[in-house]
Every structure is written in structure tokens, then in C-alpha cells.
């Protein structure tokens, strides 16, 4: 059976001032981002937090992690709230360049087959969950091992931006002195700044030994 990807549209602005949800109540509109809109909340404990009014709506956040919206009265902590704020980013992220055909990259990802596991794209939850357990930390972005394939437990990892540089389809093999390496390997073993010798080798056409010169 072929996944229906749907198409995610614009982000529009609506005013939630007032409406409560959990134990959140909207109180004033902090700012418009392109990740969505964040607002300003107050807990019926009387604690105000700043959220994405996605976030809230969706019910991913219910409360400041008071416990009061719920009932089995489970401690949510602080870090686990930031925890869940940027890795809805990279959520809506993903989403975006792979479902969204007005996206300026959609056509590197979407438009070329890339889809999201309908375990994800379906909830935010089952993502959070295996980026918890599979070794997300603050700076790592989500990282397909096999570019050609989509996004979906069995194809991803974090990786830091040297793990990110290695994967791209761009990359470029180049042997130097009997040995064939990553170009970012040779950069990194000869102390030599990525781009400019990127540019030696796919555009200027240099051999490696004048390309490698300081």
C-alpha cells in the first residue's frame, strides 16, 4: 500500500489569547518565527513559560511540568520541556523539506522521493521517543544513512556537522599519495579549510598535489 505524504500548508497566524489548553493558558503573542509562533503561557500553579503554540495545540506540552494536567501526576522536567521544544523543530523541519512543495529545498528532498516512516510522520511522540533512545544531544541534527533512502528509524542517527560532511552525496573521493580518502579526510588530516579545496578539485579541475598546496 504506497503512504499518502501530505502536503503541509503555510503556517497562519491564529489568535489563541484566552483559550487554555491543560493546564496553559494563552496569554500574549512573544513572537512570529518561521518555525511557528511563540507565546507566552501561565499554568494554573501560577508559573508562565514560553512555548510554540504547536507545541500546546498538539498537545505535546499540557502544563510547566507542575504535574497538575496530569493525573497520574508523572514529573516532566525542565530538561526534558527544552528537550521537546528543539527537537520539535527538527520535527517540522523534517516535514517541511520532505512534504512541502512550496519549500525552497523541497525539490533536494521531497522531490526526489525522500519520504518520512508513517510511524513519524504520524507522531511527534514515536520521534521523540527513538531520538531520545538513539543518542540525540543539543547541537546533533538528523542524519539519513543512505541518502538515497527517506527518513525512518532504520536510516537515521544524529551525527555532529563532521558526520554530516562525510554523508553528503556530494562528496568527493580523491586519491593523494597512493591512498583514496574522503576529501574531508584530507582536510582534516593536512590542516586544510574544506571549501576552498572543494572548489580546487570539482571546479578548477586540479590534480591532488597541487590542490593539497597551502
Not at 2 to 23: T, V
Not at 173 to 190: P, Q
Request: hydrophobic share 30%.
Amino acid at each position: 500500500m504506497k503512504l499518502k505524504f501530505p502536503e503541509i500548508k503555510k503556517k497562519i497566524f491564529e489568535d489563541i489569547k484566552g483559550e487554555k489548553f491543560g493546564s496553559l493558558t494563552a496569554i500574549k503573542l512573544i513572537e512570529k518565527e518561521k518555525d511557528g509562533f511563540l507565546w507566552e503561557f501561565k499554568c494554573d500553579c501560577g508559573v508562565k513559560v514560553v512555548m510554540y503554540d504547536g507545541m500546546i495545540k498538539c498537545g505535546i506540552v499540557k502544563d510547566c511540568g507542575c504535574g497538575k494536567s496530569n493525573p497520574k501526576n508523572i514529573e516532566i522536567s525542565e530538561w526534558e520541556i527544552n528537550a521537546r521544544k528543539k527537537l520539535y523543530k527538527k520535527y517540522l523541519s523534517m516535514k517541511e523539506r520532505c512534504c512541502n512543495k512550496r519549500s525552497e529545498i523541497y525539490k533536494r528532498y521531497g522531490g526526489r522521493g525522500i519520504k518520512i516512516c508513517k510511524e513519524w510522520l504520524d507522531s511527534f511522540d514515536d520521534f521523540y521517543n527513538w531520538a531520545i533512545g538513539n543518542g540525540w544531544v543539543d547541537g546533533r541534527s538528523i542524519d539519513r544513512i543512505n541518502n538515497k533512502k527517506g527518513y525512518s528509524p532504520s536510516n537515521c542517527r544524529w551525527a555532529t556537522k563532521q558526520d554530516q560532511e562525510r554523508n553528503k552525496t556530494s562528496n568527493v573521493h580523491v586519491e593523494f599519495r597512493g591512498e583514496t580518502k574522503l576529501l574531508i579526510e584530507w582536510c582534516e588530516i593536512l590542516g586544510l579549510k574544506y571549501y576552498k579545496t572543494y572548489r580546487r578539485i570539482k571546479y578548477f579541475k586540479w590534480d591532488a598535489e597541487i590542490a593539497f598546496a597551502p
